[in-house]
């Protein structure tokens, strides 16, 4: 898993003529910081708007809205179908669970249609919102909570507690962990996303790192630099959040 990664940052160092005779290459070059400058003055665009900062801005502002709003969304949704129990609630999750079966890609044309019937085309929403909706983080979050012993369910009715109280007071602190591994998980889908962005903006604007990779020039220096930058971030994320995967694996294994 480490190897590409270690073959792109070496390939980084080298210079374009090098990457186009020889192939990427595992050795350093000694165009490092040349590539690396190269990338950071890019400016592209009809008026020369597409820069890295602007892409690492809206790649950021992409990343963090289908995080949050997909863990929350997944968090509400696994919490109505396990303590609310109403009819039907397994086959609606059941339903849900079975969207992972299509991709995103096989339903691009009628996402694109609903996405422009709203007015959303070449916005931050209409980019964030269809990926919002993740099955995977409502099956993490239900299977969290049907471990959770019913006596904390009792406990806040005594209390008084409602349904948003118990979810405040209770559930969300000890969800914290798992919210933070699905935070994860939802950010670099988010962050990697390249043809619903493709597809859904026009304006240069809006490009983010990951659609700015192919400016650069497919196979040069620069590139391998450019697509390094991609990385960084996800790759600090994971660092610091890299605890709360293993807390969660932790509390699973410490309640069940």
């Known amino acids: ?91 609606l999750f059941w339903l849900v ?47 969290f909570f049907l471990i959770l012993p019913e006596e904390l369910l009792e406990a806040a009715q005594l209390d008084g507690a409602g349904p948003l109280k118990f979810a405040w007071d209770i559930l969300i602190p000890l969800s914290f962990a798992r919210a933070g591994a699905i935070f994860v998980v939802a950010f670099m889908i988010g962050w990697n996303q390249y043809l619903w962005p493709l597809m859904i903006s026009t304006d240069d604007t809006l490009y983010t790192l990951v659609r700015g990779i192919r400016l650069i020039g497919q196979g040069s220096g620069p590139a391998m630099a450019f697509a390094m930058l991609t990385i960084v971030p996800p790759f600090i994320l994971v660092l610091i959040f890299q605890r709360w995967f293993v807390s969660a694996l932790s509390v699973e294994n410490k309640l069940s």
């Open 97 to 143: 669970l079975i969207t992972l079966l299509f991709p995103l890609e096989s339903r691009f044309l009628p996402t694109f249609q609903i996405t422009s019937n709203l007015g959303l085309i070449n916005t931050h929403i209409g980019i964030i919102l269809p990926v919002l909706a993740a099955a995977l983080g409502t099956f993490f979050f239900r299977q």
């Open 1 to 91: 898993m480490i190897a590409p990664i270690a073959l792109m940052f070496f390939s980084s160092t080298q210079g374009t003529d090098s990457l186009r005779t020889n192939g990427m290459q595992m050795k350093f070059g000694s165009y490092l910081v040349e590539n690396y400058q190269s990338v950071l003055s890019f400016e592209s665009g009809f008026s020369d708007q597409v820069t890295p900062l602007a892409m690492l801005i809206n790649s950021t502002v992409v990343a963090i809205g289908v995080a949050v709003l997909t863990t929350l969304l997944s968090f509400f949704t696994a919490y109505s179908i396990v303590y609310f129990r109403f009819r039907l609630a397994s086959t």
